[in-house]
Nanobody, 122 residues
Framework: QVQLVESGGGLVQTGGSLRLSCAAS????????MAWYRQAPGKKRELVAT??????NYADSVKGRFTISRDNAKNTVYLQMNSLKPEDTAVYYC?????????????????WGQGTQVIVSS
């Protein structure tokens, strides 16, 4: 069973920085793509950043401030968040398209972490 566990959230002042981590564990054959999403209170979950191979993409609202990166040896993806704003306040979720072992077969599934809270105070 593949699991994603996020860490690194917390309370920070406007202009501050945080680094989120998401570690994938379990019987993993390959990680095809990873992403960070966020969901603010009363709003829909939105895509923040993706990384696949050497390619990264960002939501317009975080371009130039957030950086997604990946450590393949550790099966971990990071989100470095700089120049944080109050509107970045949300629960941040890690997402992965991962091929993992279930029983005797490998399946490619979409996995989610449990989320980590980020609060940016003004």
């Amino acid at each position: 069973q593949v699991q994603l566990v996020e860490s690194g959230g917390g309370l920070v002042q406007t202009g501050g920085s945080l680094r989120l981590s998401c570690a994938a564990s379990g019987s993993i054959s390959s990680i095809n793509a990873m992403a960070w999403y966020r969901q603010a209170p009363g709003k829909k979950r939105e895509l923040v950043a993706t990384i696949s191979g050497g390619n990264t993409n960002y939501a317009d609202s975080v371009k130039g401030r957030f950086t997604i990166s990946r450590d393949n040896a550790k099966n971990t993806v990071y989100l470095q968040m700089n120049s944080l704003k109050p509107e970045d306040t949300a629960v941040y979720y890690c997402n992965g398209i991962i091929t993992g072992l279930r029983g005797n077969y490998y399946y490619t599934d979409n996995y989610w972490g449990q989320g980590t809270q980020v609060i940016v105070s003004s």
